[in-house]
């Protein structure tokens, strides 16, 4: 998985792009993206309370991995939504679950020594290839999701916004 | 006591007097807070809601009901000023509340029309109208003792006194008694600011209880896909998994494995690495020693298991060349955390009126 933050700025490039075409989807809106891309990174729970701990207390298997995953991801976002007003609910699920997407996505392109991801389609037992593009904790990651972040925020500030007739807000 | 035509959630809402007359917007009812429930239970109020039932005794405290009532008992003609909906008792009733002194007091009905309504009957905030409340404040400001004067005088029982702001699209504050009604008329919908948090705080209250019940149901399911997922991973992964090698390594000889191992130590011609398993740690040994990394750091190796706890490698992938790496990555999701975590308290907070996330700024 590549670090959070290198994930967050790849959905905040892709909202703010979607952005351009949706005039509703704003700032505050786009966050709620960003913070569906940790949804994935949930697995670092084991880090806190390991799995091993929580079979121990229910006496059945268990573990944290299908937060890494889409079945993972589709609950939790609902649970999230949960939280906010219901007049929200349409636009915040789709938010956070695309955040969560994302963050999927990126986490199937690092390198696997076998050339497949994990089972992050769960609950399809289907290791998708990977074009194995970083591993984990490459810095160079958060370099090139810097660059383009900063790109398309400067695209979106000076280009779009002051275009004739932008409806961006 | 107004009534407006609209959807009746509960069966005694609150007391209601029905007026319809094409025009007439507004009117001067005297209202009686004990005797709402008898009243009640005499009308067929259909499909009529009461919007309101407000009182304001302040700006009449000076002018006894009593007199007023005195002053036009020949010509009362009880319940013709509620087109003849209410019943006789009423005024009886009435009569007794108004000797009972300042307690009692004729209630102002100002009425404005309401508009700004979405189609969930929800005010459309944006249209909120504060030329309205200015007046309806000024009013109330005028004081008790000019309070008469700004009633209307006393007519024939039954003749109502119009008193129409003049507005539209006004909602009236939390403490403004007196402009708290308003006719239902096609996409108008009775509103006041007090009525919709009403209506709102009860419609949270049981909506509060239905998230939390799905909220429990999913974070059950949730449990039972981590459940799941670990009970049936072993059928699907192609791999032995690290507890199955570490309790019963030779059964497995032979078959291909993925590993995931912190690197202990670094010998001429192989290394030796930890592998972690839900058991406990292993030890194992791959004969390779071309690799760019110091003990600490982590690799993947996808390669035979060989006897003796040795994998013979198809490829190894250095994840970090060191334990340091480790500390970039957890720091700089942290950071990442930390950013939304931020962004997201800037633009959103918690209703604890209803425990939900609301957008700051938006009411």
């Known amino acids: 998985m590549a670090d959070l933050l290198s994930t967050i700025l790849v959905t905040y490039s892709l909202l703010t792009v979607i952005r ?150 | 006591m107004v009534g407006v035509q609209g959807p009746r959630s509960e069966p005694k809402a609150i007391l209601c007097t029905v007026f319809e007359r094409p025009g007439l917007r507004v009117r001067e009812v005297p209202v009686i807070r004990e005797h709402e429930d008898r009243v009640l239970g005499r009308f067929d109020l259909g499909n009529w809601i009461a919007v309101l039932v407000e009182l304001d005794d302040r700006p009449l405290r000076s002018q006894p009901l009593e007199g007023r009532l005195e002053a036009h008992a020949v010509e009362f003609d009880p319940g013709s000023g509620f087109g003849r909906h209410v019943p006789d008792s009423v005024l009886p009733s009435l009569q007794r509340g108004a000797d009972q002194g300042s307690d009692r007091s004729f209630v102002r009905v100002e009425i404005s029309h309401c508009r700004a309504v979405d189609a969930d009957g929800d005010v459309v905030e944006d249209e909120m109208d504060p030329g309205v409340l200015a007046d309806a404040v000024a009013f109330e400001q005028r004081g008790v003792d000019r309070a008469g004067e700004e009633v209307q005088p006393p007519g024939l029982a039954g003749e109502s006194v119009q008193r129409d702001l003049g507005r539209r699209g006004g909602l009236v504050t939390d403490d403004d008694e007196l402009a708290h009604i308003c006719f239902y008329r096609q996409a108008d919908f009775p509103v006041s600011i007090r009525n919709q948090k009403e209506r709102a705080e009860r419609a949270s209250g049981m909506d509060l209880w239905v998230r939390l019940g799905v909220g429990a149901l999913l974070a059950v399911s949730l449990f039972g896909v981590g459940v799941h997922y670990e009970a049936v991973e072993d059928d699907h992964d192609p791999y032995p998994d690290e507890e199955q090698l570490r309790e019963a390594y030779e059964e497995y000889v032979g078959e291909r494995a993925l590993l995931f191992g912190t690197v202990e130590s670094i010998g001429d011609s192989q290394f030796v690495m930890t592998v972690q398993s839900d058991a406990g740690s292993f030890e194992m040994t791959v004969p390779e020693n071309d690799i760019a990394v110091d003990p600490g750091g982590v690799v993947q190796v996808y390669g035979i298991l060989d006897p003796d706890r040795t994998v013979d490698p198809v490829r190894i992938v250095v994840v970090t060349e060191s334990g340091d790496a480790d500390l970039y990555k957890y720091g700089v999701s942290a950071v990442g955390a930390l950013v939304v975590a931020l962004l997201f308290v800037r633009h959103w907070r918690l209703d604890t009126d209803a425990w939900t996330l609301e957008v700051r700024g938006d009411g």
């Open chain 1, 20 to 169: 351009w075409w949706i005039d509703w989807l704003d700032e505050r809106w786009i966050v709620l993206a960003l913070a569906g891309t940790v949804i994935p990174d949930l697995t670092r729970i084991d880090l806190l309370l390991d799995a091993r701990t929580v079979e121990q207390a229910v006496g059945v298997p268990f573990t944290y991995a299908p937060l890494g995953s889409l079945g993972g991801v589709v609950l939790v976002s609902a649970i999230v939504t949960l939280a906010f007003a219901r007049r929200h609910w349409r636009r915040v699920y789709p938010l956070v679950l695309t955040g969560g997407f994302v963050g999927l996505f990126v986490d199937g392109l690092r390198i696997f020594a076998d050339g497949r991801a994990g089972f992050y389609l769960y609950p399809v037992w289907w290791r998708p290839p990977t074009p194995g593009l970083f591993v984990s904790a490459d810095p160079r990651v958060l370099v090139v999701t810097a660059a383009l972040a900063a790109g398309i925020f400067a695209v979106d500030r000076f280009v779009i916004e002051e275009s004739p007739g932008s409806s961006s807000p």
